[in-house]
C-alpha cells in the first residue's frame, strides 16, 4: 500500500487534521457490534479516579479486530459534585456483563471496584457480547459516547456443555 493508498484511507475513515488526533484511528461510529470481551480492570488514578475498564475487541464486519475501551467510574462523588447517576450506570453494564455471560452477582462482587474487575474476569472476560455504542453532541465540538450490552445469539459452546443428545449421530 502506497503512503497515498494510506492517506485516501484516513480521509475515507472521517480524519479531520484539525480536530482529530494523529495517535490512532478515529473511533468506530456509532452502532451495535459483535464484540468479545478481552479484558476487565480496575484502575486508580493519580489524583485518586477510580474506573472499571472493558476493553472489547470487534469480532466482525468492517471495524473486525478494532477494540473499543469503556471506562466506567465507581465514586459517587468527585470534587463536590454528586455522581450517584454515574455509578447506578456502571453498576447496571457491569450487571448485564455478568448476566449475559451467563454468571451470577454476589453481593461481595460489590464491595469496590476491584472486587467488580474480579467478577468480570471470573467469567465474563472471554464471553460474546453484541456492544451497542451511541454517540451524542454536546454543547460546541464535544461529544459523548455511551454503551449498552446485548446478548449475542453465537455465543461459542463451552466444553462441557455438550451432551449425548446433541450430537447429529
Not at 464484540?35 to 486508580?44: C, E, G, Q
Not at 467510574?73 to 455478568?98: P, Y
Not at 454476589?106 to 474476569?121: I, R, S, V
Amino acid at each position: 500500500m502506497s503512503l497515498l493508498d494510506i492517506a485516501n484511507a484516513i480521509k475515507k475513515e472521517g480524519f479531520d487534521p484539525r480536530k482529530d488526533s494523529a495517535n490512532g484511528p478515529a473511533p468506530i461510529p456509532a452502532g451495535t457490534y459483535p464484540v468479545v470481551l478481552k479484558k476487565a480492570t480496575f484502575d486508580i488514578s493519580e489524583k485518586g479516579w477510580e474506573s472499571l475498564g472493558y476493553q472489547f475487541e470487534i469480532r466482525d464486519g468492517e471495524y473486525s479486530g478494532r477494540s473499543e475501551f469503556v471506562r466506567f467510574g465507581t465514586l459517587e462523588e468527585w470534587n463536590g459534585k454528586s455522581l450517584s447517576w454515574a455509578v447506578e450506570r456502571t453498576v447496571k453494564f457491569f450487571q448485564k456483563a455478568i448476566a449475559l455471560a451467563n454468571d451470577e452477582a454476589y453481593k461481595k462482587d460489590f464491595e469496590d471496584g476491584k472486587t467488580m474487575e474480579e467478577a468480570l474476569q471470573r467469567k465474563a472476560v472471554g464471553t460474546y457480547y453484541n456492544l451497542v455504542v451511541e454517540v451524542t453532541q454536546g454543547k460546541g465540538d464535544k461529544t459523548y459516547r455511551s454503551y449498552d450490552l446485548l446478548e449475542d445469539e453465537y455465543q461459542p459452546v463451552q466444553p462441557g456443555e455438550i451432551d449425548d443428545d446433541d450430537l447429529p449421530f
